[in-house]
């Protein structure tokens, strides 16, 4: 079992809960309802929540061999960056278009580049899993070699069975409790 310091992702989850979750009737990526919403990107773009995600993101994925970080745009960019950006090996990050850029390079996955790399993806929240799903298919026609999914907020709604039912181990550094949520 990977460990992850505590103290950091108390912090974590202090700062989150404070800044993101935020409550009342919303509707999700998926088109389904919810009473809360974890609006990570107030986190993962805040000088302080930003680099212990990339550090705690690491450790939660420190078993697994990857050399390049990175996922569906926009909410696992800045997540792809704070891990670039955190101590350990040397990690490029990659952004996965939401669709193929239709000048220039042409590109759907953006960056140094993913075929035949290890690579982790990762995601801000994780409601039914299909944004990363996304990216993963979009990494496997690449021919990227995927290590896994990680994700920073998982909802408890069915990601971690889509992610796994699609070959990928899938872990989360926090989940409802951690917020006030469950
Ligand atoms: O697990 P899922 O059901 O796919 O939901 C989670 C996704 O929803 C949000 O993105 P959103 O679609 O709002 O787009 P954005 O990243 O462009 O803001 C969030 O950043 C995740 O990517
Ligand atoms: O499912 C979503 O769209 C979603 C849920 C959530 O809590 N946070 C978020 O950014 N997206």
Redesign the pocket.
């Known amino acids: 079992m990977v460990k992850v310091d505590e103290q950091q992702r108390t912090e974590l989850a202090r700062l989150i809960r404070e800044i993101a979750v935020v409550h009342g009737r919303v509707t ?3 088109g389904k309802e919810a009473d809360y919403y974890v609006d ?1 990107r107030r986190a993962t773009l805040h000088h302080q929540a930003a680099p212990l995600i990339g550090s705690l993101l690491r450790q939660l994925t420190d078993d697994w061999d990857y050399v390049a970080v990175g996922g ?5 960019d800045p997540v792809a960056t704070a891990m670039m950006h955190a101590e350990g090996p040397a990690l490029d990050s990659f952004v996965v278009r939401k669709s193929t850029k239709a000048h220039g390079m042409q590109r759907l996955i953006e960056g140094p580049g993913v075929t035949g790399r290890r690579v982790l993806a990762v ?10 799903l996304t990216a993963v298919e979009a990494l496997r026609a690449a021919d990227a070699e995927i290590v896994g999914v990680a994700t920073v907020v998982d909802r408890d709604t069915g ?1 971690r069975e889509a992610i796994e039912a699609a070959g990928l181990p899938y872990r989360s550094l926090l989940g409802l409790a951690d917020l006030g949520l469950a």
């Open positions: 999700l990526s998926s990570l569906l745009t926009l909410g696992a995601e801000d929240t994780s409601t039914t899993g299909g944004s990363v990601a």
